[in-house]
């Protein structure tokens, strides 16, 4: 089994201080977060930025002040900028993080439309998956393949028959806002993606723990951060995004697997250095 790739999604575009004030929102607090995860043993920082009183932006001028503070502290990183941003951003709002230099090496692409809670829709229609990735191609970024449920995993394969994927691809299965995170659908999740990619696996809100034992155990990589949950175990919220990590390395030592460091990450995602 490959060594294990922790990716932390540290602040994400929908989580607020008043749910955990640890929730970082200044770049200040954007850099002590992915201090604190690189330190525990994340090589990828999956990346929102946010204005200081928390309003998520995509603004590309905010993102490369955020990575330029990161890597003076985490200089190896893979820094990941979300073309997601938030729900109801523009197609072109949101692709203003890919906008930084040097050009990110690695960047989201979600493969998909679907319910976000509540009444909020994440709209990704097809033209829409089908211009992220060719911009993405002709731009040398690996896109991770976000996907929310089956039905979009059959979109991001509808594109790489358009030939606007490189091989391996790489996935990222969210599990508990579409589709549900029981271990019947990871299962099912990863065993219906193209021979030869790589996965990640992100549990949303309390399957986060459950979901990241199973990842390990069948050869996945981890996505853990504040993005995604906010509790450490039930009633105790995470004091940093680095607490999260480091449990997530408790549960592979257990497991007996080994931590990926960022350039072993490269290799295992089959990136560029
Ligand atoms: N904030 C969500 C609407 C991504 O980063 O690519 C989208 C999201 C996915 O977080
Ligand atoms: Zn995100």
Known sequence: MDKLIITAAICGAEVTKEQ????????????????????????????????????????????????????????????????GGAVGMTDLERLASTDIVPTPEFATLDCGTCNFGGDEIFVNTDNTVFNFAKIM???????????????????????????????????????????????????????????????????????????????????GHVRIGFEDNLYLEKGVLAKSNGEMVEKVVKLAKLLGREIATPDEAREILSMKK
């Open 20 to 83: 955990n004030p640890a929730v970082p929102y200044t770049i200040e607090e954007i850099v002590r977060e992915a201090k604190s995860a690189y330190d525990a043993g994340a090589s990828i920082i999956h990346l929102h930025v946010r204005w200081d009183d928390g309003t998520p932006t995509q603004d590309t001028k905010r993102f490369q002040e955020a990575v330029d503070a990161i890597r003076k502290v985490c200089p190896d990183a893979i820094i990941q900028p979300s073309t």
């Open 137 to 219: 191609k002709e731009k040398g970024i690996k896109p991770e393949l976000e996907v929310f449920d089956k039905g979009m995993i059959d979109i991001a394969l509808k594109a790489d028959r358009k030939g606007l994927l490189v091989h391996p691809l790489h996935f990222d299965f969210v599990m508990g806002v579409q589709i549900s995170a029981t271990l019947r659908d990871l299962v099912f999740m990863a065993g219906s993606i193209p021979q030869g990619s790589t996965w990640t696996a992100t549990g949303v809100g309390r399957s986060a723990w459950n979901i990241a034992a199973a990842t390990i155990a069948m050869g």
